[in-house]
């Protein structure tokens, strides 16, 4: 799933930013006025936005439960859990198997990118070191942990 989140130490803050996202407020634009409001702020806790989540990675399992319920920008109701009170907002739901958002896959695209690079000036440097020196292998002395292990 792909959520934005806030948590609160108190239900009339979570119920805050919940009504100014459900009067049309964006979600940044809600959690821009409770980080200045100076009241709301010292009960924000902890804010996510447009995060991936997976069942074992979105903790308490209220929360996942909640997400997969959801439509895509749907806002939540406050949900209380042991660490306090959240608003979620819904932005998308993929399940194994689907084609992933470009954002989701993102840095692994980038990773794989750098890697065949890598690879392939590697592979450019051996042969440009072959090209100018000779090369000679000798196998009869390769492996001498293999008599000690018969």
């Known amino acids: 799933v792909n959520l934005s989140f806030a948590l609160f130490s108190e239900r009339d803050a979570a119920n805050t930013c919940r009504s100014k996202i459900v009067r049309g407020a964006s979600w940044n634009d809600a959690v821009d006025e409770v980080q200045s409001d100076s009241l709301l702020r010292l009960q924000l806790q902890q804010v996510a936005t447009h995060q991936y989540f997976t069942q074992s990675t979105l903790y308490p399992q209220e929360l996942w439960k909640l997400a997969r319920t959801l439509t895509k920008e749907e806002v939540s109701f406050v949900v209380r859990t042991e660490v306090g009170y959240y608003v979620l907002i819904s932005h998308g739901m993929k399940r194994q198997g689907e084609i992933p958002d470009l ?7 980038r990773e794989r990118l750098l890697i065949g690079q ?6 450019q440097l051996i042969s440009n070191l072959r090209a100018k020196h000779t090369v000679e292998v000798f196998m ?3 492996d001498t942990t293999a008599a000690a292990g018969e």
């Open 140 to 142: 009869d002395n390769a």
């Open 118 to 123: 890598r690879r392939q000036k590697y592979e």
């Open 103 to 109: 954002e989701y896959v993102r840095d692994e695209i």
